[in-house]
């Protein structure tokens, strides 16, 4: 893909091209976001208006033909945020701003993608009903498919501006994203703030619940930059990753999230990586 990236920054129309193509096919938004995001973050924001824009338009026609705004939503979201962190040079930010913009998403999911999300409830229900469980009620199962949708194009910005960052590091400053996500450690008031949105959302349920399931992400990857900060700083290298992933998805299973979660935390107040010496540090003590 660093052809790609490198074919895209070579001229503007390049990078219309890229985006439009990949628009055009449901399944590689994505690309067409990071592309978007690639533009912004290296040429800034003037520069990406005018691919956003032709970018917008193959979202539009899919918006229009299948009722799905999703590309649409993502493209628009990859632009904020790709704003944000060439702004502030903050991954924090970027994760504070994107549990802010799924709330906000939820309020119009409704208005732009109506009819997709009631053929979801029927669905969901059909199967349910198949399976002989009791069905929700289907202003709750339509509350939690909003949640749900919302939720998971945040998370698709985020993972297009990631590769988006990692074209730009690849063609301008290798190894700068590794770098950047092993530091990753959020200031204790973003802590606090998404810890009062997990308060909220867990205290009085129901709509609120989207406070709670927007904050979750966005301490998760500073949990998961955490433990690979560390042992990047140890030199494990990658036999102790794939043993950390096994062991959060296999033992720990549904607790994994909960781990993560606290040792952001955890993370915010005593700065654990600044606490733990390198091995080229141990090995020059001894």
């Known amino acids: 893909m660093s052809s790609l990236a490198n074919w895209v920054m070579k001229k503007r129309l390049n990078a219309i091209i890229g985006v439009m193509a990949f628009g055009l096919i449901?399944?590689?938004?994505?690309?067409?976001?990071?592309?978007?995001?690639?533009?912004?973050l290296r040429k800034g924001v003037k520069e990406g208006i005018p691919v956003l824009a032709w970018g917008c338009l193959p979202a539009l026609v899919l918006w229009a033909v299948q009722g799905d705004a999703t590309a649409l939503l993502v493209l628009v979201d990859v632009m904020l945020l790709s704003y944000l962190l060439r702004s502030t040079m903050s991954w924090s930010w970027v994760l504070l701003a994107g549990s802010f913009l799924a709330v906000v998403s939820t309020l119009i999911q409704p208005l732009l993608m109506g009819d997709v999300l009631n053929m979801a409830v029927a669905l969901i229900q059909k199967v349910l009903t198949s399976e002989g469980v009791d069905v929700p009620d289907r202003d709750i199962i339509f509350s939690q498919a909003v949640m749900a949708?919302?939720?998971f194009?945040?998370?698709i910005a985020i993972v297009s501006l990631f590769l988006a960052r990692k074209w730009q590091a690849g063609l301008y400053n290798p190894g700068g994203l590794r770098t950047e996500f092993h530091q990753l450690r959020l200031p204790i008031p973003f802590s606090l703030v998404l810890g009062g949105m997990i308060l909220i959302g867990e205290s009085l349920g129901g709509s609120f619940s989207i406070f709670s399931q927007a904050a979750i992400p966005a301490l998760v990857l500073p949990g998961l930059a955490l433990i690979h900060g560390i042992l990047a700083k140890k030199e494990i290298g990658i036999v102790g990753l794939i043993a950390f992933y096994l062991v959060g998805f296999f033992v720990l299973n549904m607790y994994f999230?909960?781990?993560l979660v606290t040792l952001c935390v955890i993370d915010s107040f005593v700065d654990i990586r600044s606490r733990i010496q390198g091995k080229a540090s141990n090995s020059s003590d001894s």
């Not at 449901?26 to 912004?40: E, T």
């Open 26 to 40: 449901p399944v590689m938004f994505w690309l067409a976001a990071a592309i978007l995001g690639l533009v912004v």
């Open 153 to 155: 194009q945040v998370v």
């Open 257 to 259: 999230v909960n781990v």
């Open 149 to 151: 949708v919302s939720i």
